[in-house]
């Protein structure tokens, strides 16, 4: 709302060209969420502790968490929705048909996270709504999201497939798009909620394969860079950036409460918003298999409780001591901390192997 106001007073003052800059944007984008979530991080916490709006803790996990983590604020993903969707309304162009798809994604995901934390708080339990609930839910929604998306987009290669290391290895799904895009986003939005176990664990992760779809959105809308990089150019996704940038800045500021040890979670509020919207955003930009390099740690997450579910049920042994695997090393006694930090590195070799790719094709 901001962006065109200030856009219309350009034949006036010349100098408001820099906001046509979608660099400059992101940016602001950045910092502005950044400082929205700092300012009001500290009177959010206070109320939800007051509320009693507090983190149930599981029973079967580790004992360390019931001892130190219980009594926790939860819910802190309204911190990081209200910083990223105030800074994307301010400098984003909303009649940017890619950057309303990425706020739908957001916002519905967030109310159904809201919704199951609610329950968690509830019936004081770590359950919330079932699990096969929440995926029919979050299946709804894509579907709707995807469907409108397609209806209004104008561009031939939304149906295509590109994969990353080969320069001509496209494949076109047809129809079939559309389920794998509801598969991409549900599978993003619970993956980076199964890894929202630990202090700051998921936050950083979110936050460096924000970085990367930053410049890859950037990049795409781009066509004189798309063309040197030799990857589908797709007209107005740069738009995107001033997404991802929000995002960024808004994981930093909840970082700042959200660091061992922390003042509040995030809650199922911001994990399924800001998976569903890397999802999304890995659709737009026709970058979905570089989307799970960059967030391999949550494909990681996300593999090891089904590779623990499936073991279970077919010969009634676990492999892990406790999933997600993040828990698995909590049991074997690695201090938090050292997970968290060991896993951030793995993120961030993650996040360079998948930028490398836009340039090795």
Same mark, same amino acid.
């Given at each position: 709302?901001?962006y065109?106001?200030?856009i219309?007073?350009?034949?006036?003052f010349?100098f408001?060209? %820099?906001?046509?800059?979608i660099?400059?944007r =992101?940016?602001?984008?950045?910092? =502005?969420?950044l400082?929205?979530?700092?300012?009001?991080?500290?009177?959010?916490?206070n109320?939800f502790?007051?509320k009693?709006?507090?983190n149930?803790i599981?029973?079967?996990?580790?004992?360390?968490?019931?001892?130190?983590?219980?009594?926790?604020?939860?819910?802190?993903?309204?911190?990081?929705?209200?910083?990223?969707?105030?800074?994307?309304l301010?400098?984003?162009?909303?009649?940017?048909k890619?950057?309303?798809?990425?706020?739908?994604?957001?916002?519905?995901?967030?109310?159904?996270?809201a919704y199951?934390?609610?329950?968690?708080?509830?019936?004081?339990?770590s359950?919330?709504i079932?699990?096969?609930?929440?995926?029919?839910?979050?299946?709804f929604?894509?579907?709707?999201?995807?469907?409108?998306?397609v209806y209004?987009?104008?561009?031939?290669?939304?149906t295509n497939?590109?994969?990353?290391?080969?320069?001509n290895?496209?494949?076109?799904?047809?129809?079939f798009?559309?389920?794998f895009?509801?598969?991409v986003?549900?599978?993003?939005?619970?993956?980076?909620?199964?890894?929202?176990?630990?202090?700051g664990?998921a =936050?950083?992760?979110?936050?460096?394969?924000?970085?990367?779809?930053?410049f890859?959105?950037y990049?795409?809308?781009?066509?004189?860079?798309?063309?040197?990089?030799?990857?589908?150019?797709i007209?107005?996704?740069?738009?995107?950036?001033?997404?991802?940038g929000?995002?960024?800045?808004?994981c930093?500021?909840?970082?700042?409460?959200n660091?061992?040890?922390?003042?509040?979670?995030?809650?199922? =509020?911001g994990s399924?918003?800001?998976?569903?919207?890397?999802?999304?955003?890995?659709i737009?930009?026709k970058?979905?298999? %570089?989307?799970?390099?960059?967030?391999?740690?949550?494909?990681?997450?996300?593999v090891?409780v089904?590779?623990?579910?499936?073991?279970f049920?077919?010969?009634?042994?676990?492999?892990?001591?406790?999933?997600?695997?993040?828990?698995h090393?909590?049991?074997?006694?690695?201090?938090?901390s050292?997970?968290?930090?060991?896993?951030w590195?793995?993120?961030?070799?993650?996040?360079? %192997?998948?930028?490398a790719t836009?340039?090795?094709?």
């Amino acid at each position: 709302m901001l962006y065109q106001f200030l856009i219309s007073f350009v034949d006036t003052f010349g100098f408001l060209n %820099v906001f046509k800059y979608i660099t400059f944007r =992101t940016g602001l984008s950045l910092f =502005t969420s950044l400082i929205i979530v700092l300012f009001v991080g500290k009177p959010f916490i206070n109320f939800f502790s007051d509320k009693k709006i507090l983190n149930p803790i599981r029973n079967d996990g580790p004992e360390k968490h019931i001892l130190e983590k219980i009594g926790t604020p939860t819910m802190g993903g309204v911190i990081i929705l209200f910083g990223l969707l105030i800074s994307v309304l301010c400098w984003g162009n909303l009649s940017n048909k890619s950057l309303l798809f990425c706020i739908y994604i957001s916002i519905s995901f967030g109310l159904l996270g809201a919704y199951d934390d609610y329950k968690k708080i509830k019936l004081n339990n770590s359950s919330g709504i079932s699990s096969k609930f929440k995926i029919l839910i979050q299946i709804f929604l894509s579907l709707i999201g995807i469907a409108l998306f397609v209806y209004f987009v104008e561009y031939q290669e939304i149906t295509n497939l590109y994969f990353p290391f080969f320069k001509n290895l496209v494949i076109n799904l047809g129809w079939f798009f559309i389920p794998f895009s509801v598969f991409v986003i549900v599978g993003a939005s619970n993956a980076v909620n199964l890894t929202d176990g630990l202090d700051g664990l998921a =936050t950083v992760p979110v936050i460096l394969v924000a970085g990367c779809f930053a410049f890859i959105s950037y990049v795409t809308g781009n066509i004189v860079f798309s063309e040197y990089l030799q990857i589908p150019y797709i007209e107005g996704t740069g738009e995107v950036s001033i997404f991802c940038g929000a995002i960024i800045g808004s994981c930093l500021g909840f970082l700042w409460f959200n660091a061992p040890p922390a003042k509040i979670f995030m809650g199922d =509020t911001g994990s399924l918003a800001l998976g569903g919207s890397l999802g999304a955003v890995g659709i737009i930009t026709k970058h979905e298999i %570089v989307l799970a390099i960059t967030g391999g740690l949550f494909v990681l997450e996300a593999v090891s409780v089904m590779v623990q579910v499936i073991s279970f049920k077919l010969t009634g042994k676990r492999i892990f001591k406790m999933a997600p695997i993040h828990h698995h090393f909590e049991k074997k006694g690695w201090p938090e901390s050292t997970i968290v930090i060991r896993f951030w590195i793995i993120s961030i070799i993650l996040a360079m %192997v998948g930028l490398a790719t836009l340039k090795l094709r």
